[in-house]
């Protein structure tokens, strides 16, 4: 039977399903390929309780500290708290209750509510579920420079998927914890509740590249 990547995102996110995103029918990989567009798009709609600043938008009672860097288009919801030194870039979004520890950079990126960088992490290209905690180190790579092909295919259930774009994270459930120092390799799709060990390698790609 053939994977619906469709239905990936609302699957392993619960909350997904009633967010502003849900009505997107995208695969986890080209919603964040996508994901400054509807950014844009959600911006021009979000009430009062929204301070925007270029073209960022922060919810009242978020906190962001002296120092911390953010480029939008970026939305910042409600008790949010962004640390110095944090770096947030290239389409993100925060649900509510989220962390952005010291020193952390999160690059195109969807967070949901209650989830956590603590400090000194990469995360790039991907969509992190609610209630998700990222120990210190942690990396959610984005990018396989290491390889000549780098179209990034990962192995889930048995099935290969191609995904058929050159930048993608991982997709990781709700209630996930990643462990201090740890690595995921780009393009994984971590199901809710998974635990990933500190200093652990996930790495989902085929063992033996397609021809």
Avoid at 109 to 137: Q, T
Wanted: glycine share 10%; hydrophobic share 40%.
């Amino acid at each position: 039977m053939t994977l619906d990547v469709t239905s990936l995102i609302s699957s392993f996110i619960e909350p997904w399903r009633t967010s502003s995103f849900a009505d997107n029918d995208q695969s986890p990989w080209h919603l964040v390929g996508s994901i400054e567009s509807l950014l844009r798009h959600h911006i021009a709609s979000l009430d009062s309780s929204y301070q925007r600043v270029d073209e960022w938008a922060v919810h009242r009672t978020a906190r962001i500290e002296a120092g911390a860097v953010i480029k939008g288009p970026a939305i910042i919801g409600p008790n949010c708290f962004i640390a110095a030194g944090a770096y947030l870039r290239g389409g993100v979004y925060l649900e509510q209750d989220c962390i952005i520890g010291p020193s952390s950079e999160l690059k195109t990126s969807v967070m949901f509510a209650g989830s956590k960088l603590a400090h000194m992490n990469f995360v790039g290209d991907s969509i992190i579920g609610a209630d998700v905690n990222i120990e210190a180190g942690a990396v959610i790579a984005n990018h396989r420079n290491e390889r000549e092909d780098r179209n990034i295919r990962i192995v889930y259930h048995g099935q290969v998927i191609d995904t058929g774009v050159s930048k993608f994270g991982a997709l990781v459930g709700d209630g996930s914890r990643i462990g201090a120092n740890a690595v995921i390799a780009p393009g994984a799709l971590l199901e809710p509740a998974s635990i990933v060990g500190r200093l652990q390698l996930i790495d989902q790609r085929p063992e033996i590249p397609l021809t």
